[in-house]
């Protein structure tokens, strides 16, 4: 067995960011810029209000003095020059007139009979966004690598970009193996399953930014689990469930090797999902996941979904990391290091958590209101309640 450091270094060190693509901006969210984005405009593109007032010459204000008004300058209008000895009302985000040189606010300023009198005198400036203030021709505005997020798409939309270049989001095809499952809409026959990991494991890719597709089960046949892993290798990623432990009937080691995957590395030192395996051929990325529902989305969250998002361009390709307090006592057994579903909560200044009572690697129940899997550290024996131990979360906390 090798450690969960090792195995993801190995991991990541055999997936690179997938090739560019070029996308419309309204469908580029979530992703991952594959080249450079420069200004190629003013924004804001011309002087323009930032209040709801007159626009004048500073020099030109006395406190209590009227001056006439001479025009009303809406956003999107192009005012007349503004003539000396004169003002102009102006909304927010309206140009600014040729000649004005400052804004005082509406609450500032009494009007009477076509005029404005000023309770301030403004200074030149005041209340004006310039041309150019937010961003500048040539100016870079976002790095390959980004993430493109809402803030990001407003930018560009601003800028007149419609369209831009991001790395293609990866394919993956999920196989699940077994003779006792059947898929959902069927009823179980005698010994059978639903065969339900496919779906969760589609679910965790969809949430990695990634394009699953679920494969038809297999049968537990080495000829069969072959042939259904070289159709998935039309993927980016494979993805299989099950038959990957020392079983009679666990062939997918078998069928890897028959299709000339170089496997990396199998069996992990972590509960729960010991036997996992990794390979590469022809540059995808193969990775065999225990059938256990819990096992096989705790190797998703610890070795595919870093991969999934490398290979999306992603910078940051692991879950966020917190320490939490213990709600009660974990009792620790064994050499591999436990990954321990719970529920975390903020309590204040700090984040607390509460371990699913039911820990068993097939209990699908164990999966449902946990946003955390809490690392408990190789041959750690009991925890008590109100220890401090690492969080993976799952969510935003």
Not at 63 to 88: D, Y
Not at 148 to 156: M, S
Request: aromatic share 4%; charged share 25%; with cysteine.
């Amino acid at each position: 067995m090798i450690s969960v450091e090792e195995a993801l270094d190995r991991i990541l060190s055999r997936v690179a960011p997938l090739g560019a693509e070029l996308v419309f901006l309204a469908e580029a969210r979530g992703r991952v810029l594959a080249a450079p984005i420069f200004a190629e405009r003013l924004l804001p593109p011309w002087d323009n209000s930032a209040m709801d007032g007159y626009a004048v010459r500073a020099r030109e204000v006395r406190i209590g003095q009227p001056l006439p008004i001479a025009a009303t300058v809406a956003a999107g209008h192009a005012p007349a020059p503004l003539a000396p000895g004169t003002v102009a009302r102006v909304m927010t985000g309206a140009p600014i007139p040729e000649g004005a040189d400052a804004v005082v606010m509406r609450e500032d300023t009494d009007e009477a009979d076509g005029a404005a009198a000023f309770r301030i005198v403004p200074i030149a400036g005041a209340h004006i966004r310039r041309a150019g203030d937010d961003v500048r021709p040539g100016t870079p505005l976002l790095g390959a690598g980004d993430r493109v997020a809402p803030g990001e798409i407003g930018l560009l939309a601003a800028l007149g970009r419609t369209v831009c270049h991001v790395h293609r989001r990866p394919t993956v095809a999920i196989v699940s193996t077994g003779d006792e499952l059947c898929d959902p809409d069927r009823s179980p026959g005698p010994g059978q399953i639903v065969g339900s990991n496919a779906y969760a494991l589609a679910a965790q890719c969809s949430e990695a930014g990634a394009l699953p597709a679920m494969l038809p089960l297999v049968r537990d046949d080495r000829a069969a689990i072959r042939t259904a892993l070289a159709e998935a290798l039309r993927a980016d990623v494979v993805l299989s469930s099950g038959g990957v432990s020392v079983g009679d009937f666990d062939f997918v080691k078998d069928a890897l090797d028959d299709l000339g995957v170089k496997q990396e590395f199998w069996k992990v030192a972590m509960k729960p999902g010991k036997p996992i395996t990794f390979g590469t051929l022809d540059g995808r990325a193969l990775f065999g996941l225990p059938g256990n529902p819990a096992s096989s989305m705790v190797g998703f969250e610890l070795f595919v979904r870093p991969a999934l998002r490398r290979l999306g361009g992603h910078r940051v390709t692991s879950r966020p990391r917190a320490p939490v307090l213990l709600d009660e006592p974990y009792r620790h057994e064994g050499m591999r290091r436990h990954y321990v579903r719970a529920a975390v909560r903020r309590d204040g200044d700090v984040l607390r958590a509460r371990p699913n009572p039911r820990q068993g690697s097939g209990m699908l129940r164990s999966l449902v209101g946990v946003n955390a899997l809490l690392e408990i550290p190789e041959c750690a024996g009991l925890v008590e309640a109100g220890a401090r131990v690492v969080a993976l979360l799952l969510e935003s906390i």
